[in-house]
């Protein structure tokens, strides 16, 4: 089937999670990038889309003249990569959205809650796909483990310890004029939520997403602990889930000797999963009362959600970029079923807008909890 | 130096953790057990006598009794293990220190806070010593830890995530009649803490021997998810340090895949350190900006406080029976100082009755917080 | 920079490696596949070109053919990747070199040494290049190990030691009809070594990358565990490099438990390096005297020999994937120094056909040495 | 039962093994240390005497004369633990063993092969039990290993790869007066073997108890890369067992990055497994197939030979000193059970001067083969 034209805002010389989508896009070999705006100044627009191979007659120093003049082109971009900061999440989208073009938007969805809500608006009154990239959702031992949970494989889910560590943040980054710091801990740009924002929606998400457990209150304390930081960069959280299952989240930015440590724990009434982003290919079983059990991509014991987003044999560690990629192949699934108007499959289990809500809502929540002193908050208070 | 003569109350047959005293008081062969209460049946405390080589004439079947015929002896027992369930710590504690034997206690210190208040009461009216064994500080890489961390190593500390599962109780295991989960889920002996007696209180008690931070408040979340428990199985706990330092404390005995994961990790303005009791002869660090290392006990490294806690070289593992082992042997340089009228050692620093108090305020903080919804309590109401 | 035209001779349906080719040459969009013959059947050729969006006109059926039609035209391939199996890399390649189309092959370089030796020459009087894929050298961990012994941080070199184990062939799974297990346990179309040529070439190759070293001479004891088997599945391998460093290496493909296991370890006067294929993005360095370190890609301590082969921050991880793309991108660059004239940077190290004659020689080493009984062989015998 | 009266020869101040074996004897307190002749100096032997708490009038500065006095003592020592440098294990050994005293003797057994003989004769004529500390026989898990392979649960055993990597000796420490190095790498005290000697005979044994095979025949490349070192500081032995086994054994003493790493890795038809002595709690075991799991020490999995060796539950670290514990008590349930004229247990199973003659064999032809350039040598010539 031809590729799918793939447009792609933000992602300039400079800017890391650009290069990650078009590298993500290119890896199943189902997109082609045809058109950007990678910037808003229009000759490093230009020089970026050489870069890239772009065509300079589809390059584009404004994103609002991008979606009115692809919508147009007879062959014009099918999806919009979204790969910005937070604060133009929503303004970008829904010049796609309303266009009919699918968007493919970085997380979190929006930097404020009220965007949120309005981007699903937008997207709910649009025939066009959604697709948020909480990349780590693509990593195939994260789609085993929650394949496990969804088949019982674990009882009744009691437990769930989630973290996000880092520690590039542990000193005042942001003074220096980088560029990923500056805005990350810009409220203006990130919202009001800094390592919340940045990781700990992926935490939560990633938590949702495996054990399919729903938030019901959370209790948070957050800190800016480098000296006139505006944003947090430590959150502490606790969590209930409805139903019963109780769940911890610690994001940080502040950790010395944690590059990108995203862990997940869940243990049930009959078993326990462990994994571990940075290690991603192995899963820990342990079914109670027996030993435990290193599950491999691609190896023994691996079943059929694993095997849908794994290319390459057991032992052959695939990573963050494969796991990138499977987000975007389940996009062109689902895009490839929009174009013949077939349903989309229901294998494809990509995050999406209400996904993209309740994570604001989450980073909305936590810093409320945490400006009233760690009092516990509904999230039904958010996510309405 | 002639062996510490040396008592014991509880410890009999099927008793688990008498007999880790017994060996940690062999190995470095300080101590000589000559007399003990071991149960509190007369037949079974005179068969466990004979067991154990300990002459019938001094095997008693009342710990009353033995604390005052031992007082009497001219070659009666110097020190005295009490390693009974909980409720009798202060009892037992009690008839020993008020006749000047010293007293080398189990944890937690006690089953109510008004028994630890009583028995702090008790120590500090006697010129006999108390020995609390929150026996994990005894690990050489725990010691390292705690001396890179004061001397700055780290920084300022800004986080202490702490935590300790286990699985042996995701199911009833009490109504199977196993002695250890029967008492251990008996509020009766046990107190208002399940596992946060049980377990949460060495992983509150490691952090603080290792940061030397003094908890101001916090916010506890437990549950009993095996249905019918009385006493929580699970225990989540934010915490606010004085200063400013935050931390996390999770305990669980229904974690099915932990069998007895203690581990802590401990971040500041200038470094980390990472370690797990399962693998105990490791300790992670990190300074900011350089690559991790591996400490090892015994290694290139490490230092005299962990040179002090080490018998063997590196690269041979030492275990939970050293670690333990270490408590006793700080208590017998400590007991040979009384003995010579000489100041116990500087660096002598087994935990007390200090720590034993706080111990114990820290469960009944819990336990309050939790009853209230998890409500932020402050520890100074506590322990007073 | 136009991306390079690249054609493929084999990888089809059914193929392994032929898949992981076309995404490793894609990750870094440098090529274009535009022709192959996929097969030597030309219905499969067609259909597997259409799979993979190649023109029906450049889906060839015959390898010959192909190098004719493809020269001829004006923007015919400038590259051939030969991923067929080995006894058909020789006539594949020399077909293609003698019309100056560049040749990236799949190793081992070729089924018997006359071969290697025959293509050699044809690569020596052919102005286009020849990259031979031992991708495991493309791994940033494995680049940073290389700068570090070249910069002398491990003193003089005194121990290798290499293995490349895996279970696959446990079993007779040849009888099975599993391609993958036909092909390379045939002696008709491996050549005469079986664990040998297909992964202790691998493990041969990488350790003469990292150290530089030259093989002197080894001693082999090579089995064929399974009943029936033709060709070695397991490999014993003493070897002695000139200067006086030794080795072991050690290949397998009935080691259950293991599923891609390269390890290298190279231990020098002042120092030791430790990788491990599984876990890629990790290398332990020891200076000698100071504790481990734990290098990681991206990571501090990461030099610019492991920041060339890098495209994404520490913590998250590349894989075998990246590994492979890097070859394929030095492939790139070099072949556009030669469009441009220029000469090829320093920093390209893609191993070349030198080493893949170095590589059949080792294997015919092993098997002569193996037939001999295990005697000790000299390497310049087969090298030449 | 009473304690077994022990002696022991050697192990005075500064001495390593000597104390490991006084902890090891007093963990499960079945013995009692009563005499000594701890040093030739008498000075010396009476003041580690003093430190030892054994009477002043059981102090020897001679083993002849204690051999002779503590036979005709009515409560004289039971047994002596020989802690020597490796030449005077056969002349003390042999004084005991002549007067009934049962010997529990270091390794290797002897400094010479005709020495090992002479031993073995004076062990079969007597009727005094030898010991032998192979300790690494006492980790539980090791236990484990060997019930499964006897149980069959690898199927046909078909490889063994064992090593044992230190990195002490890497530059020449005997040359700065530490004791511990002066002996290990003096011929005229060790014997012709170096690295082979002191840690490789460890390997072997490991591999041999574990296995249950029989060495047939191997190929030896040792060195000494430390300049003007007598003994070799590292070697590579190819081994070849009766019944078809292969494997691979690697010995060194400059291997930096490595404090005391003896790792034993077996497969067989049917599964595989694999431990490491600096992480002994654990063993992964996996089946041909299947996941791997991960036994651990009194968890899941663990069988009863395991059980036999345990002391405390899972997650609990055991260690070295536990792990040479156990082959003290099985030595003590031997000694009881000729105490009571009955048979010794069958599940008593340390090594004995079997072991020994075979290790000082193997070591003897490793020696022999690598003076011969690496030739094959057949160890019958040398176990006769």
Redesign the interface.
């Known amino acids: 089937m031809a ?1 799918i034209r793939l447009g792609m805002v933000g992602g300039g010389r400079d800017a ?1 999670i650009g ?2 989508h ?2 993500a896009a ?4 189902r997109f082609e990038l045809v058109a950007g705006a990678f910037s808003s100044t229009p000759e490093k627009a230009r020089a970026s889309a050489a870069d890239l ?1 772009v065509a300079q007659d589809r390059a584009y120093g404004d994103f609002k003249e991008m979606a009115k003049r692809e919508a147009r082109l007879k062959t014009g971009i099918e999806a919009v990569a979204v790969v910005t900061p937070n604060h133009m999440h929503y303004p970008v989208a829904r010049e796609f959205l309303k266009r009919g073009i699918h968007v493919i938007c970085d997380k979190p969805l929006t930097s404020t809650l009220a965007d949120a809500k309005k981007l699903a608006k937008a997207a709910d009154s649009s025939n066009a796909l959604f697709v948020l990239t909480h990349n780590y959702t693509g990593y195939p031992m994260v789609r085993q483990a929650r394949e496990m949970i969804a088949n019982g494989d674990l009882g009744t889910i ?2 769930v ?1 989630v ?1 996000y560590a ?2 590039w943040l ?2 005042k980054l942001e003074d220096t004029g980088q560029k990923q710091a500056g805005w990350r801990t810009d409220p203006a740009r990130s919202g009001a939520g800094g390592s919340t924002g940045d990781i700990g929606t992926h935490a939560f998400n990633l938590a949702s997403f495996v054990t399919g457990l729903k938030l019901d209150s959370l ?1 948070a ?1 957050l ?1 800016a ?1 480098v000296e006139g930081r505006e944003l947090d960069d ?1 959150g ?1 959280v ?1 969590m ?1 889930y409805e139903g019963g299952a ?3 989240l ?1 994001c ?1 930015q ?8 995203l862990r997940l ?1 869940v ?6 999963l ?1 994994w571990a ?5 192995y899963l ?13 991509r ?4 691996a079943g059929s959600a694993a095997a849908r987003a794994t ?12 796991g990138f990629a499977t987000i975007y192949s389940e996009a062109a699934r689902a895009i490839e079923a929009r174009r013949e108007d077939t349903p989309v499959p229901g294998d494809v289990v990509f995050p999406d807008i209400k996904d993209g809500v309740a994570g604001v809502a989450f980073v909305t929540a936590c810093v409320d909890s945490s400006r009233r ?2 009092a ?1 908050v509904r999230l039904e208070r958010y996510a309405g």
């Open positions: 590729r890391f290069g990650v078009r590298i290119r890896i199943d070999d191979g009691r437990l310890q973290e880092q520690d542990s000193e209790c304390d800190d602990f430590n502490h606790l209930r109780k769940g911890m610690w940080s502040v950790a010395p000797g944690n590059e990108n440590a724990r243990y049930g009434s009959e078993g326990g462990e982003q940075e290690d991603p290919n820990w079983h342990t079914r109670l009362g027996e030993p435990k059990r290193l599950l491999t691609g190896g023994a014991g290319r390459i044999p057991a032992g052959h560690p695939e990573g963050y970029l494969e002193g760690g516990w």
